[in-house]
């Protein structure tokens, strides 16, 4: 099993930053890829980020140039630097783990709330 602690999230106004962490502990040898996902008020869950092993990244394009994602893996730790951000980023962002080759599992966090003002 592999637990995904999320935080980071709150209230800020558009325009302004935030950087979302995902810490991730237990079974980490069964997990490669880590990425970001979110979801707002009455829509579907969506692709935000991802990051592989090894740090080769994908983003959606509504946050292409604005979000960066990055892990530490000495602390098995991925990061989302979000900048720029629009009331359209107001969601619950979750954390999610790729299982590693050989594996089956992935893997989700709780999710934290990032609201953006407008």
């Known amino acids: 099993q592999v637990q995904l602690v999320e935080s980071g999230g709150g209230l800020v106004q558009a325009g302004g930053s935030l950087r979302l962490s995902c810490a991730a502990s237990?079974?980490?040898?069964?997990?490669?890829?880590m990425g970001w996902y979110r979801q707002a008020p009455g829509k579907q869950r969506e692709f935000v980020a991802r990051?592989?092993?090894?740090?080769?990244?994908n983003y959606a394009d509504s946050v292409k140039g604005r979000f960066t994602i990055s892990r530490d893996n000495a602390n098995n730790t991925v990061y989302l630097q979000m900048n720029s951000l629009k009331p359209e980023d107001t969601a619950v962002y979750y954390c999610?783990?790729?299982?590693?080759?050989?594996?089956?599992?992935?893997?989700w966090g709780q999710g934290t709330q990032v609201t953006v003002s407008s």
């Open positions: 999610k783990a790729d299982p590693r080759l050989g594996y089956v599992n992935d893997y």
């Open positions: 237990g079974s980490i040898f069964s997990i490669n890829a």
């Open positions: 990051i592989s092993g090894g740090g080769t990244t």
